[in-house]
């Protein structure tokens, strides 16, 4: 592998995410040989390093996305007026089976360029439409194709993971692709539903047998609940490493059992919102000590970037305390959840959830070359930065994202991303979309995204408004 060039950023306005969480304005940050070698003012650097003026930006780590169904990209936006009962129904019962090999790599390749254009670095894949082995050799070769850190979370919303995970392909594909493939991480991803014979351990046998992580959909109105949780702590199965997904209907004492095995919470707020999951749980979270990172879920609702999920997650959090605190008859004087803790959870919080914090989610010497630059002087909404955290949350977005470098490599420079076929990626997916449009036929693809509007009624109004156009006209007269 060849040794990429050095870069060094001058002067801008550097968010280290250290454990101090220091801020250093008109700072330079050096990147040697795919790693953090330095940060501070007026470093020297190597004489053959390409420097990019940082002047008026901010510099931050690359932001981590612990789930993401990167397969759905292809369906960018179709679900917008879905609930979740319609989004399970197309993908689980209905549509979901119609998606050939070549289809999840065209959603994974599109959606993995979509996140390092917006500087997100590392990217779980949770990848439940893994139907074969054949879908999920497409999904990683999609993946090994985009210049950026994924950790693949292996699912199939067509079998029971206990099928899937004690299949032959499964474990010849685990061996290919894993063992002695390239990918940033890998875990298993599947949902506990509760049953009492707890089918799901036989999956969990797995992934102890294989040393992996167990990412799931916790907490989740209607589909999976505390007896999942229950179920998984009396059988041994809740570790460190585990990650609950949305987690927002779970009971206090489920949130207890997360926090005292080390578990974190994978909050994906414009989700929680909109599809019905349950609320956005950060308050929650943060009453019980869990861990908390951030997603962004499915394009086929949701914006593909963590600018997004930063700014949704504390004015969600904001709204239920102020909404708690007005039950009370109170006021809330003091936010307790800062600008500052969310940019943590975006990456540091992804780190740590995916137990890669030794090398990710600051920037400090020794630690992997994962930056990223905010910087657009065409944008009044970049000017001035004052607060640097609140800036990324509430002001910067997508579009604000100059230079994005993943293991010392530059993969957006100055707006435009480099070494990456997006071309070639539209192609794809827009051959992925006819074939599902005429596999469906025109008249269930219009209907699937365009659920029927339910019936409602307006309140009877008491009151009777006057008539004020008379007197408006002998008062013109």
Do not use: C
């Not at 940033?184 to 599947?190: D, K, N, R, V």
């Amino acid at each position: 592998m060849s040794v990429e060039r050095p870069v060094v950023f001058r002067n801008g306005l550097v968010l280290t995410m250290d454990d101090a969480h220091t801020v250093l304005p008109g700072a330079d940050v050096l990147v040697i040989g795919g790693r953090i070698a330095e940060v501070g003012h007026h470093l020297s650097a190597p004489d053959d390093a390409e420097e990019i003026d940082a002047s008026g930006g901010i510099v931050m780590p690359g932001m981590i996305d612990t789930h993401r169904h990167l397969w759905q990209t292809a369906m960018r936006g179709y679900g917008t007026d879905w609930t979740l009962t319609q989004y399970f129904v197309w993908y689980y019962l209905e549509s979901g089976r119609h998606f050939r090999p070549e289809d999840i790599h065209a959603g994974n390749l599109l959606g993995a360029i979509e996140a390092i254009d917006a500087g997100v670095t590392t990217t779980v894949d949770w990848s439940h439409g893994l139907q074969t082995p054949q879908h999920a050799d497409a999904a990683v070769d999609a993946l090994e194709a985009v210049p950026g850190r994924f950790v693949l979370a292996y699912g199939n919303i067509q079998q029971g993971p206990w099928e899937w995970t004690t299949s032959d392909g499964f474990r010849d594909f685990h061996r290919r692709r894993v063992e002695n493939g390239r990918l940033a991480g890998f875990q298993l991803a599947f949902d506990v539903t509760g049953d009492p014979a707890f089918p799901e351990k036989a999956a969990f046998e797995v992934a102890r047998e294989l040393g992996v992580n167990v990412t799931t959909h916790a907490g989740v109105w209607g589909a999976t609940n505390d007896e999942g949780i229950r179920l998984m702590y009396e059988n041994g199965f809740m570790t460190p490493g585990t990650v609950y997904v949305h987690a927002a209907t779970l009971s206090s004492d489920s949130y207890h059992r997360i926090a005292a095995t080390g578990g974190s919470v994978s909050v994906s707020t414009e989700s929680e919102q909109s599809a019905g999951q349950g609320y956005p749980p950060t308050w929650q979270l943060r009453r019980h000590g869990v861990p908390v990172s951030l997603s962004m879920d499915t394009s086929v609702w949701w914006s593909g970037d963590l600018f997004s999920a930063m700014r949704t997650t504390l004015s969600a959090d904001r709204s239920r305390e102020h909404l708690e605190a007005h039950g009370r008859q109170e006021t809330v004087t003091h936010h307790a959840l800062r600008a500052e803790q969310v940019v943590d959870w975006a990456t540091r919080g992804g780190a740590k959830a995916l137990g890669l914090d030794a090398e990710l989610g600051a920037l400090a010497p020794g630690r992997k070359a994962d930056v990223v630059l905010i910087k657009n002087d065409d944008s009044p909404a970049m000017f001035p930065i004052l607060n640097a955290y609140g800036h990324v949350v509430f002001q910067a977005q997508r579009g604000d994202v100059h230079t994005v470098v993943i293991d010392g490599r530059v993969v957006k420079r100055d707006g435009k991303l480099v070494g990456v076929d997006l071309d070639a990626a539209r192609s794809k997916v827009s051959s992925t979309v006819d074939h599902l449009r005429e596999t469906l036929g025109e008249e269930a693809w219009l209907k699937g995204q365009n659920p029927d509007l339910p019936q409602s009624e307006l309140f009877d109004n008491p009151y009777q408004y006057t008539d004020y156009s008379a007197g408006e006209a002998q008062w013109k007269h």
